[in-house]
């Protein structure tokens, strides 16, 4: 698992360190629930994250899809409540990363990752509920009182060789939470999930996915993947066992709800849910994402879940995973023959081994069942050619 950096916060720290707070008055964006910042150094922080608020609206990675941001706003809504929520500002990024963020002036960020890999509405409330608690209790604010407290380092950041890049990889070792913030917003997002009428057990079974990832990466031969939990970030966060342990015990307190919203997270996502894979399989680690769709699968092998693990196959290319990848999108098209993705992937299977007149029919097959799809134009000059 590649490390996760809050890149937003320490930005915005670096920024800070290299150049001088502005001395005309500062104008903040709107949306912060009525605090105010209570110095200069606080206000010249909430100036940079609204900076950078302002580079993200404008990013080609912004998933601007209306519906599936409504979906996610609401899911933050349920969990903390409408009042609270109306402080935060949500914005989807398109990365295969498990993660979200929260600054101090209201912006959230989900990754994509996050929403591929969540199962049900109840664990994508887990994630969102535990960075709206960071919020909450100013956790941000707080961490960043304490480095300019205790080092000069943002003074001299700045001046590091290699941009920015370089600058949050020094920073990394510095600008975050502690392992006590990191339990407490851990626990307020049980709170809040079971308030809210959640299965509270979601929040550690979130973690045991995660958890699970990093061993199929072990041991595929990342010996790196659960050391990662002790450098950087994961140094200051409490392991994922430890978290999926005091978690457990912790929602065994709560009411026993049931609802995990799975059929309801299924219907948001699904639209997205080709576009989620092709950029994980894009990472180009096979043992890891296979883990993550039989986690998803649980023994239940949808249409969808097939689907992607036929792409899964065809990208690795091995004699076996060929024949697997014919046998998956098969059985992905007939579970269910709307998804159009299936025909496209056989298609392009089907001449890569040289059996053209099928692998066209697949192919217009694919083009029929999505009539505006955005490769629309290099799928209709693969499919050219004989009908069957």
Sequence with gaps: MKRWLNSILMTAAVALGATALPAKPLELLPSHAGYQPKDALEKGLWLEMDQVEQQVRASKFLIEDPELNAYVKSVLCRAVGTEKCGSARVYLIRTPQFNAAMAPNGMMLVWSGLLLRARNEAELATVLAHEFAHFEMQHSLQSFRDIKAKSDAMTWAGFVPGGLLAQIGLMGSMFRFNREMEK?????????????????????????????????????????????????????????????????????????????????????????WPRLIDDQIRLNDFAATHYLLSGLARGQWSAELLYARAELHRARGKVDDIAAAERDYRAAASASPELAESWRGLGLLLLRQGQEVEGRRMLRRYLEKAPDATDRALIASMAGGARP
Excluded at 197 to 213: H, K, L, T, V
Aim: aromatic share 10%; no cysteine.
């Design 184 to 272: 407490r917003a851990d626990m307020a997002a049980l709170q809040y999930l079971s308030d809210a009428g959640y299965n509270p057990m979601a929040a550690s079974q979130i973690w045991e996915q995660f958890r699970g990832e990093m061993e199929a990466q072990a041991k595929a031969g990342k010996a790196g993947a659960l050391a990662e939990e002790a450098n950087d970030f994961f140094s200051s966060h409490p392991t994922t066992q430890d978290r999926m342990n005091y978690l457990r015990a912790a929602a065994r307190q709560k009411t026993p709800n049931t609802d995990t919203g799975a059929a309801r997270y299924q219907a948001a996502i699904a639209p997205w």
